[in-house]
């Protein structure tokens, strides 16, 4: 019988059993908050903009349900929520969004400046760049371990 001694215990991950979960967990808060950002903000220039007709409202519409969908199955390491759940967290967010957005556009020249109008848009920008920065290291990350 071989005699482990705690140092050896600890730098196998498949003895440390609670550990090895906790380092798992810390991935899953993680889970597409980057894209929430991004579907917020696109939710609230959307709703700035207001619900007019044409081809721009059909594009928006179909911009903002790829983000509610598409960020499920993006590669994460651990385990995700159930779709329903996932997708009705991310329903009530692109509401929150349209609605502070429809709300911003009644306040633009009345109680806010005219220069607030681009700052969903801005804000939109800085997050889109950023998750996609997030998700391209996640790639990469994953190719060059090991």
């Not at 590669?75 to 759940?85: K, L």
């Not at 692109?94 to 607030?116: D, Y």
Request: proline share 3%.
């Amino acid at each position: 019988m071989q005699n482990i001694s705690n140092s050896a215990l600890l730098a196998e991950p498949s003895l440390i059993g609670r550990k090895f979960a906790v380092v798992t967990s810390e991935g899953e808060r993680l889970f597409g908050l980057d894209t929430t950002f991004v579907l917020f903000f696109l939710a609230m220039d959307i709703g700035l903009a207001g619900f007019s007709s044409g081809l721009d409202v059909s594009i928006s519409g179909m911009t903002l349900a790829a983000f509610l969908v598409v960020p499920y199955f993006l590669p994460f390491f651990g385990e995700r929520d159930g779709f329903r759940e996932w997708m009705i967290g991310r329903m009530v967010i692109g509401a929150a969004g349209l609605t502070i957005g429809l709300m911003l556009s009644q306040a633009i020249g009345v109680l806010l400046p005219e220069s607030f109008k681009f700052g969903p848009m801005t804000l939109l920008i800085v997050s889109a760049i950023f998750s996609c920065y997030l998700q391209i290291y996640g790639i990469i990350r994953f190719r060059l371990a090991r």
